[in-house]
């Protein structure tokens, strides 16, 4: 199993980017794929969940409206649209995948394969 996120960079605030998580090893559509963040100094947060089987969707409050998941199945890709971004959003950013979809999808313990994350900073 082999997760690879891409298209972090450092943007401007207020920028946009798009984040991709490819995904190999395992069948894409029984899995949930989740995003997830660590700030410097700070605990991993989930930010946003998709189920691949269902394509219903999760947000943590903190992103609601300006992150978007989704997810090509075809390629075996999640992406994570992230606009207006803000210096607080710097991170890094992993995708996760766990199989079924979890009921608490913001639970990194719950996820069994990560990538290597991809770095994201907002300059001021």
């Known amino acids: 199993v082999q997760l690879v996120e891409s298209g972090g960079g450092l943007v401007h605030a207020g920028g946009s980017l798009r984040l991709s998580c490819a995904a190999s090893?395992?069948?894409?559509?029984?899995?949930?794929t989740g995003w997830f963040r660590q700030a410097p100094g700070k605990e991993r947060e989930g930010v946003s969940c998709?189920?691949?089987?269902?394509?219903?969707?999760y947000y943590a409050d903190s992103v609601k409206g300006r992150f978007t998941i989704s997810s090509d199945n075809a390629k075996n890709t999640v992406y994570l649209q992230i606009n207006s971004l803000k210096p607080e959003d710097t991170a890094v950013y992993y995708c996760?995948?766990?199989?079924?979809?979890?009921?608490?999808?913001?639970?990194?313990?719950?996820?069994?394969?990560w990538g290597q994350g991809t770095q994201v900073t907002v300059s001021s």
């Open positions: 090893g395992f069948t894409f559509d029984d899995y949930a």
């Open positions: 996760a995948a766990v199989s079924p979809p979890p009921h608490n999808p913001g639970l990194e313990y719950l996820y069994d394969y």
């Open positions: 998709i189920n691949l089987s269902d394509g219903s969707t």
